[in-house]
Structure formats: structure tokens, C-alpha cells
């Protein structure tokens, strides 16, 4: 089946570890994105990539970083920078970066919970 | 930069019964995409429908069905013969079609629907 897996599902983390967020799409697309959603706000955007090797910051980038060495992957790593990281994480991928044909598809997310 | 606001934090419908979700937003862009997305209790990000801001005709899918009123930059979505499933939290979302357009979303509107 293709699609987009994250993993793990729940993550727990003391303070001052960092972590890793992990994305695999089987999709064949370009453009891959984190998000971020906390109770009562929408989804904000972390990082996105549109090319292997390449990445741009999203709205909330801070203490977090990425990387993009396979198309089919996309790790986000929780720094001990980012002060409030406790949240609801989605990664999201699709086709192509620009024009309408690129709906994003979503992984299920995982759940970190800072101890 | 552009904000997407849903007014209407929560609502209740019976089901076989028609509800409205509310979303406004704000650009300066005069081409883009709306979406509805929507996030059932699994939390998997789901894509309703969406809305080509150049075309004037309403997108339709199944029950689902908007009303796109550009100049009032309002987009609601109609979802008719509600059934248990629907109950979900559902999202508004905005992009441009410029290259580094993203997804800006809204804060959401939990649905529950009642028997």
C-alpha cells in the first residue's frame, strides 16, 4: 500500500534530550513537510523540502532541524532548543511544491511528550 | 502573509440533518487554494474538498459541497445528511500558488454529530 509512515507513534523525552521524529512516504513525491499542532491552534508549518538535499524553514523552525538525504525520507530531530516541544506532530508529503495538483497527503503523527 | 479564521470553535448536528462550518481569510494574493481537511479522533489528517479561488463554480464532493464567496473572502462548507463518521475535527486551509507557497491553516471547528 502506498503512503506516508511515521514513527514512533507516542515518544517520550526528558528535558534536554534530543529526539527523532521519523517520516517514509512510498509515494514517489517531491515535497515533503512537518507540521506542528497544538490543542486549540491549527497546524503550523516546521520545515518543508521540495528536493532531495535541499529544505527550507517553515513558520516555527527553531529548535528543530531537518534533513533530506533520500527522497522517501524526511527525520525531524527535536533539539534541546526548542522550548516548549511537547505537541502533536504530522508529516505531510505531495507531488510537486507549487500549483494545485499537490494535495498534501498526511502520515497518522506522532505524539511527543516532554518528561 | 495570510490568516484563515474559523469563528465557530464547536458544533452539533443530528444526523440525516445539514450543518455550515464558517471560514474566513485574509490575502492580497488573487489567485489561490482553499481546502477543507478533517482530522477524526485517529488525528489522520483527511482532504474534503477544495476550491480553485478562479473558478467561480462551488467544488462538490458527495454530501460535501462549499460556498465560496471571493470578494467576502469566506469559504464555508456544507455538510448535508450528516452521519456518525463526520464527527471530526475539520480544518481551513489557504495556499498560494506562488513557489513558496504552503499550507496556512485555521484554527478548526469540532463537529459532533448526534444521533
Known amino acids: 500500500d502506498g503512503g506516508i509512515t511515521q514513527s514512533p507513534k507516542y515518544l517520550f523525552r526528558k528535558e534536554g534530550q534530543n529526539v527523532t521524529l521519523s517520516c517514509e512516504q512510498n509515494?514517489?513525491?517531491?515535497?515533503m513537510y512537518w507540521y506542528r499542532q497544538d490543542p486549540g491552534q491549527g497546524l503550523r508549518l516546521i520545515y518543508y523540502?521540495?528536493?532531495?538535499?535541499?529544505?527550507q524553514k517553515g513558520d516555527i523552525a527553531e529548535g528543530y532541524s531537518v534533513s533530506r538525504e533520500k527522497k522517501e525520507s524526511f527525520p525531524l530531530t527535536v533539539t534541546s532548543a526548542q522550548k516548549n516541544p511537547t505537541a502533536f506532530y504530522l508529516c505531510?508529503?505531495?507531488?510537486?511544491?507549487?500549483?494545485?495538483?499537490?494535495?498534501?497527503?498526511f502520515g497518522p503523527g506522532t505524539r511527543l511528550t516532554v518528561l | 502573509a495570510q490568516t484563515v479564521t474559523q469563528s465557530q470553535p464547536e458544533m452539533s448536528v443530528q444526523e440525516a440533518e445539514t450543518v455550515t462550518l464558517s471560514c474566513t481569510y485574509d490575502t492580497s494574493e488573487n489567485n489561490y487554494y482553499l481546502f477543507w481537511y478533517k482530522q477524526p479522533p485517529s488525528r489522520q489528517m483527511i482532504l474534503v474538498i477544495r476550491q480553485e479561488a478562479y473558478k467561480q463554480q462551488n467544488a462538490t464532493e458527495n454530501r460535501f459541497s462549499v460556498n465560496f464567496q471571493k470578494a467576502a473572502k469566506s469559504f464555508s462548507l456544507k455538510i448535508s445528511d450528516s452521519q456518525l463518521g463526520d464527527t471530526a475535527m475539520y480544518f481551513c486551509?489557504?495556499?498560494?500558488?506562488?513557489?513558496?507557497?504552503?499550507?496556512?491553516f485555521g484554527t478548526g471547528t469540532r463537529l459532533q454529530v448526534t444521533l
Open positions: 523540502s521540495q528536493i532531495v538535499n535541499d529544505f
Open positions: 509515494l514517489n513525491h517531491d515535497a
Open positions: 486551509a489557504f495556499k498560494t500558488t506562488g513557489t513558496a507557497s504552503k499550507l496556512t
Open positions: 505531510a508529503s505531495s507531488m510537486t511544491r507549487t500549483g494545485f495538483g499537490n494535495e498534501q497527503f
